[in-house]
């Protein structure tokens, strides 16, 4: 089964408008964590932002913020008042405790994001 | 500050040959991580290393080896290359007790585009 989801390959969306970006996950570990990674076309990772499975409030980071429902099992990550430069592919990950002490990550397929001017 | 450094940026290879993927952080991490990233698929772990001297298998390992030759170094050997290691590889770095960031915040490099021939 897959430990995360993203069941959007592709999104487009008009400039300034706001978008959120679908990710529902599956975990049996009470201690996780979920990131969101953005990757422009010249192909660098970006991490964005993060969600603790213990943290009360929804993360923000500037126009990112993350829409957490533990209950379902899913993060999505919203952009309010887009802009060209957010179009890009759009990564949902999940860390679990892994028996090494590092911390994995498990990806999602991602969703391209493309905005229209 | 360099981050995350890879060498080669891109590389065409013949079925059969073989070659290494170099990968150095300078950010004095513990964990090491390769992934590939092929369309459609996101980014699947190939091999990681928690700590200098130690590696393991992720969840793609197959064809592949991987050498953690002392904290800031770990590269990935393609024995016998073959058209299905044709992808963009990916270096990433991250601590996890690493101060003021999100537990297990990745770190990646800018990538490696293999085509097999």
């Known amino acids: 089964a897959q430990k995360i989801t993203q069941t959007q390959p592709g999104m487009f969306v008009q400039e300034k408008e706001a978008v959120t970006l679908d990710c529902t996950y599956d975990?049996?570990?009470?201690?996780?964590?979920l990131f969101w990674y953005k990757q422009p076309s010249s192909g660098e990772m970006i991490f964005l932002i993060y969600?603790?499975?213990?943290?009360?409030q929804n993360a923000t980071e500037g126009r990112y913020s993350l829409n957490f429902q533990k209950a379902r099992k899913s993060a999505n990550l919203v952009i309010s008042a887009s802009q060209l430069g957010d179009s890009a592919m759009y990564f949902c990950?999940?860390?679990?405790?892994?028996?090494?002490?590092?911390?994995?990550?498990?990806f999602g397929t991602g969703t391209r994001l493309t905005i229209i001017p | 500050n360099a981050g995350v450094t890879q060498t080669p940026k891109f590389q065409v290879l013949k079925t059969g040959q073989s070659m290494t993927l170099q990968c150095a952080q300078d950010?004095?991490?513990?964990?090491m991580y390769w992934y590939r990233q092929d369309p459609g698929m996101g980014l699947r772990l190939i091999y990681y290393?928690?700590?200098?001297?130690?590696?393991d298998k992720g969840e793609v390992p197959n064809g592949y080896n991987v050498s953690r030759l002392n904290k800031r170094e770990f590269s990935l050997r393609l024995e016998s290359a073959a058209p299905s290691q044709t992808s963009v590889y990916f270096c990433?770095?991250?601590?996890?007790?690493?101060?003021?960031?999100?537990?297990?915040?990745?770190?990646f490099g800018p990538g490696t585009r293999l085509t097999v021939l």
């Open positions: 975990t049996s570990d009470p201690s996780y964590g």
């Open positions: 290393s928690a700590s200098e001297g130690t590696t």
């Open positions: 950010m004095n991490h513990n964990s």
């Open positions: 990433a770095s991250s601590e996890p007790l690493s101060g003021g960031l999100p537990l297990g915040t990745q770190y």
């Open positions: 969600q603790g499975s213990y943290d009360q």
């Open positions: 990950a999940m860390r679990e405790t892994s028996n090494f002490g590092n911390e994995k990550l498990t």
